[in-house]
Nanobody, 126 residues
């Protein structure tokens, strides 16, 4: 299977911003749902945001209003804009592609995603 490749992570001060990118290889985004997840040291992977092909995006409550997801099928790229970053946002951020192609539904549950990128590190200093 063709890879998902994330980029854009880095070290930023509290209150700063980053934009993460995820390029989907192979057949690309198509109609599948796509999500962003993160994993902090010693913690389980958690869903941050997801976007179906036609529906509104979904966000983890703690990032609502600060993060913004956008998907661009024309270049098979998904972005996650991270604003007003906090130290608790620190972790490895992954994008993932779901097999679910329902146009108005996406899930923040990691188990529903079958293809994953290698991740990009986001570190927020206080």
């Amino acid at each position: 299977q063709s890879p998902l490749v994330e980029s854009g992570g880095g070290l930023v001060q509290s209150g700063g911003s980053l934009t993460l990118s995820c390029t989907v290889g192979g057949i690309g985004l198509s109609h599948q749902g796509i999500g962003w997840f993160r994993q902090a040291p010693g913690k389980e992977r958690e869903g941050v945001s997801c976007k179906s092909s036609l529906g509104e995006p979904s966000y983890k409550e703690s990032v609502e209003g600060r993060f913004s997801i956008s998907r661009h099928n024309w270049n098979n790229t998904v972005y996650l804009r991270l604003n007003s970053l906090k130290p608790e946002d620190t972790g490895v951020y992954y994008c993932a592609l779901s097999e679910d192609s329902r146009p108005y539904y996406c899930s923040l549950w990691p188990a529903t995603y079958t293809r994953w990128g290698q991740g990009t590190q986001v570190t927020v200093s206080s």
